[in-house]
């Protein structure tokens, strides 16, 4: 009874957030748990049981960081195709092949990529593009380090 009371929250907003609800099978279900204990769903397990503001100060901000050439988005469409990222850049020259879709052990797409631009001003650029959409999905934007772009490079789907 409570999953069917969740299904009808599905494409509300959760305070700012959009959130889809949708089924799953019992071994999604486990795998996600695993991953969570194992890597950290939120980055680090140290996040778990700290109260939203010191979350958030430990978020980067966004103004003052160091930029690379990289950017990681979040929040993409889990069909996400390459092409649809280049095309979202649009004159930012951005092509496929510097393009790492992120993935879970399973296969599955994360809803995370990272991007490799011409330059670190580049990129810097490319942020005008934060919290726009793709499909129905608004994709936020962050400075990335190539160590994490080919961290999603290894498990990356082509």
């Known amino acids: 009874m409570q999953a069917e009371l969740a299904l009808q929250r599905d494409r ?50 966004k103004d003052n960081m160091e930029y690379t050439e990289i950017l990681k988005l979040r929040g993409l469409p889990y069909s996400v195709k390459k092409s649809e990222i280049v095309k979202f850049f649009g004159d930012f020259n951005v092509i496929e092949d510097k393009i790492q879709i992120a993935c879970r052990p399973d ?24 919290k726009m959409l793709i499909g129905s999905r608004y994709v936020e934007l962050f400075p990335s380090t190539p160590d994490e772009a080919r961290q999603a490079a290894s498990r990356s789907r082509h």
């Not at 809803?111 to 005008?128: L, W």
């Open 12 to 61: 509300q907003n959760m305070g700012r957030r959009y959130v889809e609800v949708f089924r799953c099978k019992k071994q999604d279900y486990y795998n996600a748990i695993a991953a969570e204990v194992h890597e950290g769903a939120y980055g680090s397990i140290a996040h778990r049981g700290s109260s939203p503001a010191a979350r958030r100060k430990k978020s980067p901000d």
């Open 107 to 130: 296969g599955k797409a994360t809803g995370e990529a990272y991007v490799e631009f011409a330059s670190s001003d580049e990129a810097r650029k490319a942020m005008c593009k934060d």
